[in-house]
């Protein structure tokens, strides 16, 4: 595999997994060492994704975020995979509201974020009990589809996923 196309991989894998948080994953942000023993990846300078803070009442100015990842290569089993998130700088304006509709404004924004919080989780769960039946090959599929060792080997590095704010 060209250290090109690996590292085009792995800018498709995190921007993909981390695109309802961050924009702005490019090969020029990603910096890899991708060793046969343990994995870091470093991306810096990237965006918070700005519909993430609308519910909230918050219009996003400007962010700036830096993460890393520690992906533990030979011992995916038993060891688990950590996301460092840290350098979070975020520009917000909040809107002014009457003191009357406070209350009632952050009790349906607080709903509206709890209904939206369950169907991910329920999104997450799904995907989940999907994964381990077809990696159980109970697919219900006459010929169940052959993963690749880069979906095997992404999906061995999340299980065991550790998330760290510093």
Same mark, same amino acid.
């Given at each position: !595999? ?21 924009? &702005? =994953? ?13 994995? =870091?990846?470093? =991306?810096? $300078? ?10 909230? &009442?918050? +219009?996003l100015l400007s962010s700036d975020v830096s !993460? ?13 995979t950590v996301v460092t998130v840290r350098d979070?700088?975020?520009? !917000? $304006? @909040? ?12 009790? +349906? ?20 009990? +999907? @994964?381990?039946?077809?990696?159980? &090959?109970?697919?219900?599929?006459? $010929? ?18 550790? !998330?760290?704010?510093?």
């Amino acid at each position: !595999v060209q250290p090109m196309s690996l590292k085009r991989w792995a800018v498709r894998q995190i921007a993909g997994l981390l695109s309802d948080y961050l924009e &702005g =994953i490019t090969e020029q942000n990603l910096q890899a060492s991708l060793s046969l023993e343990v994995g =870091i990846v470093e =991306i810096r $300078h990237v965006r918070v994704q700005p519909g993430l803070l609308r519910d909230q &009442g918050l +219009e996003l100015l400007s962010s700036d975020v830096s !993460v890393s990842a520690r992906i533990p290569w030979r011992n995916l089993g038993s060891e688990p995979t950590v996301v460092t998130v840290r350098d979070v700088w975020v520009e !917000v $304006h @909040a809107e002014p509201i009457g003191a009357a509709s406070l209350d009632q404004a952050s009790d +349906e924004a607080l709903r509206r974020w709890r209904a939206r919080r369950k169907r991910q989780v329920q999104a997450r769960v799904d995907a989940a009990r +999907e @994964a381990a039946a077809a990696a159980a &090959g109970d697919s219900g599929e006459e $010929h169940p589809r052959k993963r690749s060792f880069a979906a095997r080997l992404g999906h061995a590095a999340l299980r065991q996923l550790q !998330v760290r704010v510093e």
